[in-house]
């Protein structure tokens, strides 16, 4: 499928504290908050408002012509959670919903991160993913089920 | 103005079940990334479809840089900075673009509610956002189609 426009949402804030945002679309393939023409955009906003642009966030989105696998086993409410460590013990929990039966071990509750498609995951987030301040993680030994429902009121 | 990148991007990963619901994942990955229909993003979104049985519609960076000499924001007559000055465009595939500006100068309007195409600045802001802008599904802005100022109503007192 063909990349959509890219997403750009400017932050302001005014004199007196209170902030809002304008989002707004340019081709796909700019990237650079620096960008002229994204600059040219935000500095026209500049020039019309009391405010200031103090924050841009671009996204670049890449869709995919997929579909659900139809009468799964487990639903978006379940997740496959593994549990990644950062520098100094920290955690980097991530979940990926709507996990398959088959990376389930015997109980039906414990993932071995260490075969199979679990580990080809981890691997791919230690080899490219980060903590926040660009830390190193590190792959677990095991993941888990996580169910995410509401609780029934009595 | 120049605005410094973060130390790492978002890689977000958007899941829809067979119900129709939908669910994220969120992590961080290197600023260098910024495809996230290659690298890094392609190979987390591959891994990651393939421990799930939800269908993975959509693969998303965001990129988020900050100015650190921003500011401060100008005093000038403006009546109140919760007013937005709305702006409505028209576009290639024939739908309409609205676009809200807060806190707008009393420049922008002509008689106070409707927005004055003529003021300078609202010419400049109009030209770039033809010039440089497009809708979501990538059609051209095409012209301005009029705009005039929102307020929002005032709590009222109980």
Known sequence: MAALSTRVKATFKTRYGLEFSMTFYVPPGIVDPNDSRVQAVIAAINAVTNAYCFRIEITAANPHAVTPTSSPDYVNEDKAEFVFSGEGGTAHTLKVPGLKAAILTGDNETINALAGTPHAFCIAVTTYGQGAGGETLVQPALGHRRAARKTLKK | ?158
Not at chain 2, 47 to 57: K, N, V
Not at chain 2, 58 to 65: M, S, Y
Not at chain 2, 90 to 109: E, K, M, R, S, Y
């Open chain 2, 1 to 158: 103005m120049a605005f410094d990148l973060n130390p790492s991007n978002v890689l977000q990963l958007l899941f829809r079940d067979a119900n129709g619901k939908h669910a994220s994942m969120k992590m961080y990955i290197d600023s260098g990334e910024t495809d996230p229909s290659a690298g890094g993003a392609a190979a987390i979104s591959a891994a990651a479809a393939a421990l799930s049985d939800s269908a993975l519609y959509e693969t998303q960076i965001l990129i988020v840089a900050e100015d650190s000499s921003a500011g401060p924001a100008t005093s000038g007559d403006y009546d109140r900075p919760s007013d937005k000055a709305l702006f409505r465009f028209n576009t290639a595939d024939g739908t309409i673009v609205h676009q809200q500006i807060g806190a707008p100068l009393n420049t922008v309007f002509s008689n106070a509610w409707d927005v004055d195409a003529l003021d300078s600045g609202v010419a400049a802001y109009i030209a770039a956002m033809i010039t440089n802008c497009t809708t979501q599904e990538g059609a051209a802005l095409i012209a301005f189609d009029g705009g005039n100022r929102r307020r929002p109503p005032r709590r009222k007192q109980q």
